[in-house]
C-alpha cells in the first residue's frame, strides 16, 4: 500500500517568505507527526496531531510555525517570514493509533532551502 | 526527559564482518526503544524496537539489538555486513506514553567490498 507522502521534495525560498508543506500519510492513521532535521542531526520532534487537533505543539521553535490537519488526514506545517536558520528537511511521520511504541512511518522529507 | 548518544558518528566495515553501532540511552521513565535506518533519499525505516518484553530483539535484515538496563545501553549489531547496509542509522527513545520520538545524532555506516 502507500506509504506516507510529502510535497514538495525541495523547496527553495527567500528570506522572509511564506512556505507551505504538506504531508500525506497512511490511509487510516489518526496519529501524524512533524519531526524536523537539520544537516548532521537526528530528527527533533516538532507536533503531534491526533486526528485533527494538535495534541501537543511543544517543538515547535516559535510562532512563525504553524501546522494544521482539518480533516484528520493531510496535515500542512506552514512557516511564516521564513529565516535561513529554518533550512532543514522536514519529516511527516504517521501511527495508526498514536500509543507508546506505536511504529511511526516516515515520508521521505521535504528539502526546504531559505536564501 | 530522555536523550540518546550515538558513540560513533562513522563506522566503516568490510563486507562479510560484524557490525557494532553503539548507543546509549538516558530516560527517566521505562523507556521504548528503536533503530531505524535511512537510506538516501528515502524515508527513516524502522529497524527493530524494544518495548520491555525480551531485551534481546531481532529486527529486519539480520539486524538485533540488546537491552540492558544496567549499562544504559541499546547497541545493534549485525554479524555479517552486506553492500545494501551503507546508510545511516539512528537510535530512538521514547519514554513511558509518550509518542513523541527523541533521536540521537546518527551513524553513517560504510561497507567496503
Known amino acids: 500500500g502507500a506509504g506516507v507522502s510529502q510535497t514538495p521534495s525541495n523547496k527553495v525560498t527567500e528570506k522572509g517568505k511564506y512556505v507551505e508543506l504538506r504531508c500525506d500519510p497512511i490511509s487510516g492513521h489518526t496519529a501524524l507527526y512533524w519531526y524536523r532535521q537539520s544537516l548532521g542531526q537526528g530528527p527533533e520532534f516538532l507536533i503531534y496531531?491526533?486526528?485533527?487537533?494538535?495534541?501537543?505543539d511543544s517543538g515547535l521553535p516559535n510562532d512563525r510555525f504553524f501546522a494544521v490537519r482539518p480533516e484528520g488526514s493531510v496535515s500542512t506545517l506552514k512557516i511564516q517570514r521564513t529565516e535561513r536558520g529554518d533550512s532543514a528537511v522536514y519529516l511527516c511521520?504517521?501511527?495508526?493509533?498514536?500509543?507508546?511504541?506505536?511504529?511511526?512511518?516516515f515520508g521521505p522529507g521535504t528539502r526546504l532551502t531559505v536564501l | 526527559a530522555q536523550s540518546v548518544t550515538q558513540l560513533d558518528s562513522h563506522v566503516s566495515v568490510s563486507e562479510g564482518t560484524p557490525v557494532l553501532l553503539r548507543c546509549n540511552y538516558s530516560?527517566?521513565?521505562?523507556?521504548?526503544l528503536f533503530w531505524y535506518v535511512q537510506h538516501p533519499n528515502k524515508g527513516l525505516q524502522l529497524l527493530l524496537k524494544y518495548t520491555s518484553a525480551a531485551t534481546l530483539v531481532k529486527g529486519i535484515n539480520g539486524f538485533e539489538a540488546e537491552f540492558k538496563k544496567s549499562e544504559t545501553s541499546f547497541h545493534l549489531t549485525k554479524p555479517s555486513a552486506h553492500m545494501s547496509d551503507a546508510a545511516e542509522y539512528f537510535c530512538?527513545?521514547?519514554?513511558?506514553?509518550?509518542?513523541?520520538?527523541?533521536f540521537g545524532a546518527g551513524t553513517t555506516v560504510t561497507v567496503r567490498a
Open positions: 511521520a504517521s501511527s495508526s493509533k498514536g500509543g507508546r511504541a506505536d511504529e511511526q512511518f
Open positions: 530512538v527513545v521514547s519514554d513511558h506514553n509518550d509518542y513523541k520520538l527523541s
Open positions: 530516560s527517566s521513565y521505562s523507556p521504548s
Open positions: 496531531f491526533q486526528g485533527t487537533g494538535a495534541a501537543d
